[in-house]
């Protein structure tokens, strides 16, 4: 039997709408990579947590061979793994311009 669906809410306190992006880093030791996440936003919270993760991101202290690269947008898409997650790079350019 299929897992009921359930809303992925954003992060932003008392937001409670739906998110639709996930804000991200991608993350390696060397070895392995993944994607940081660092908020899952709505549309309406996505310009101030975008900010805020960026503020996380220089705050990092990174171990020894480790990388992390600067926070980026991806649309989500329910049931999709992070490999599977749209960039959306047009949105990161406008939300950094200002």
């Known amino acids: 039997m299929p897992m009921p669906s359930y809303p992925v809410l954003c992060y932003a306190p008392?937001?409670?709408a739906e998110a639709e992006f996930?804000?991200?880093a991608r993350w390696?030791?060397?070895?392995t990579g993944e994607l940081k996440t660092y908020f899952l936003a709505c549309t309406a919270c996505l310009p101030s947590l975008f900010?805020?993760?960026k503020i996380k991101r220089d705050r990092c202290t990174l171990a020894?061979?480790?990388?992390l690269d600067v926070?980026?947008?991806f649309?989500?898409?329910r049931g999709a793994r992070d490999r599977q997650l749209v960039r959306c790079e047009d949105l990161e350019k406008q939300l950094s311009a200002g």
Do not use: T
């Open 71 to 73: 926070p980026s947008i």
């Open 28 to 31: 390696s030791d060397g070895v």
């Open 14 to 16: 008392d937001c409670g």
């Open 51 to 53: 900010e805020q993760a």
């Open 22 to 24: 996930k804000i991200a």
């Open 75 to 77: 649309r989500m898409s």
């Open 64 to 67: 020894a061979g480790e990388s």
